[in-house]
């Protein structure tokens, strides 16, 4: 799922409506040898390092041949040593040769690195097509690969121009990396080197906020190992600069909190303590959500595909699956071939769907792309666009601040849930029960 609350600011967004808990998974790039080539041949460097080694070993072996051949012992002490000496001089001149052959490689440069950065970019993805899943597998390698080759030229980068402007945003992506593919306490470590180094206060804060949501995260295991890495983050900086960061460090904590209990007390102290804060906004939203089931939800609109007038009145004696998507959101994408076959194994009994699209605005490409992913999808559904993605009155008044979202309403308009997605089909089985 989407969420714009729980995981890391993503690097296109400045705003906690922003945060995805969503995105593409990680692993190792795949890789394979040429079939008509099983033993490539080793690279000039490798090849012409064993050839150094090889005559060292040889003059080793001529050496201590020498020394207690029979022949040999037979010769005065003196020729004996010219002889060694002769031997070294001439094995030494024939790895100096070898080196020659060799010339130093340059060190590479500040701009060098940037510019294979830049070439290493995460390769765009193709929302609509992700609902295809040899797609989705194939770009989610893709990006994890590029996600890997940009980490390790950060670090590249910093050792040798530690105070690049680029660099604490590679930095920020690099630890962001590490942490996602199990590699946290690496991430960490290299964040509190970082920390230690010649910094400024609003990086000191940018990458203090960091280390606290990724052990909140990735590294703790209880509620209380979360709540001191807030402590740790809030004394690490100056109260007044850690104030407004501290509520979606909470809500990350209660998000990860074991039990309901833990949950819904972390949760009312956002809201208690930091009222004002978009946080905040987040879980009155989602208390007004599970606060809704059994309200009667009114919705008349322009169907944004075919311009059909559509009123949730007309559908009364039919089962309306409400479903808050938006066409960039690649967890819907990936979903719509299920909920398409759900649509057509229900629709027999009285189930009808209903799109609202939380899409950008129009002047902003929205409208254009939802009426493309519905084509490319075929999706043949009523499809509601507000148009304002999160500002949005009508998804606000039934706390959706995440996508995909599913409500499932029964034949008489009432919400019968509003947490279907991911279980819909085992939710319709109980409405429908429940209304035979």
């Not at 493309?372 to 039934?398: C, H, M, T």
């Amino acid at each position: 799922m989407l969420d714009v609350s729980n995981g890391l600011l993503t690097t296109h967004s400045d705003s906690l409506l922003r945060y995805s808990g969503g995105g593409l998974g990680w692993g190792p790039a795949q890789g394979k040898v040429a079939r008509h080539n099983p033993h490539p041949s080793p690279p000039p460097e490798y090849r012409r390092r064993e050839k150094r080694r090889t005559i060292a070993s040889r003059g080793n072996a001529l050496v201590r041949a020498i020394i207690i051949s029979p022949s040999i012992c037979a010769i005065s002490s003196a020729v004996r040593a010219i002889i060694i000496s002769l031997s070294i001089c001439a094995i030494s001149s024939a790895v100096r040769a070898q080196n020659r052959e060799e010339p130093a490689r340059p060190p590479r440069t500040k701009e060098t690195i940037l510019a294979e950065i830049s070439a290493n970019a995460l390769p765009a993805i193709d929302i609509p097509a992700m609902a295809d899943a040899a797609y989705a597998k194939q770009i989610t390698a893709r990006r994890d690969a590029a996600r890997q080759k940009r980490a390790a030229l950060a670090l590249e980068l910093y050792k040798i121009a530690p105070h690049a402007p680029e660099l604490p945003a590679l930095l920020a992506e690099r630890w962001q990396t590490l942490a996602t593919s199990g590699q946290v306490n690496s991430a960490l470590s290299e964040i509190s080197e970082y920390l230690g180094s010649n910094i400024d206060a609003k990086e000191k804060l940018a990458v203090s906020n960091l280390r606290a949501q990724l052990r909140i995260q990735f590294q703790a295991t209880d509620t209380r190992s979360r709540l001191a890495a807030i402590d740790e983050f809030t004394k690490s900086v100056p109260a007044e600069q850690a104030q407004p960061m501290v509520p979606q460090l909470l809500y990350m904590t209660g998000r990860f909190a074991p039990t309901a209990e833990e949950k819904d007390q972390l949760l009312a102290r956002v809201v208690r303590e930091y009222p004002d804060s978009a946080a905040a906004k987040v879980v009155q939203g989602q208390t007004r959500k599970r606060g809704s089931v059994g309200s009667t939800m009114e919705l008349a609109f322009k169907d944004a595909i075919t311009g059909k007038r559509i009123d949730l009145a007309e559908y009364r004696g039919k089962i309306v699956v409400v479903s808050f998507w938006a066409a960039w959101c690649s967890d819907c994408a990936a979903e719509i071939p299920a909920m398409k076959k759900i649509r057509a194994d229900y629709k027999d009994k009285g189930v009808e769907f209903i799109g609202v699209s939380l899409d950008l605005p129009e002047d902003e490409g929205g409208l254009k792309a939802l009426r493309a992913s519905v084509a490319r999808n075929q999706i043949d559904w009523p499809q509601d666009y507000l148009g304002k993605e999160w500002d949005s009155e009508f998804s606000a008044k039934w706390g959706v601040y995440a996508v995909p979202t599913i409500f499932v309403l029964d034949r008489q308009g009432v919400i019968a849930s509003t947490d279907a997605h991911g279980k819909l089909e085992t939710v319709l089985a109980e409405v429908l029960k429940r209304s035979e």
